[in-house]
């Protein structure tokens, strides 16, 4: 609920329009974005996505 009232302050501020919400790899902001933008599309940031992807590979292949 935190993130959620955290994205209707920016609304009541604002801010609309929005399309693309890009965050860390966190459902809860995901699910939050797409409750208080209506249409808006999701994705992970790139620098937290390779960070994910890279604890998947041994030290060694990196």
Known sequence: ???????????????NGVELAISD???GIEESATRSFSGVAWQCCHVHFMRNLMKLIPKKKQ
Not at 1 to 15: I, V
């Open 1 to 15: 609920m935190e993130r959620e009232s955290f994205f209707n302050d920016l609304k009541e501020r604002g801010l």
């Open 25 to 27: 790899d966190n459902i």
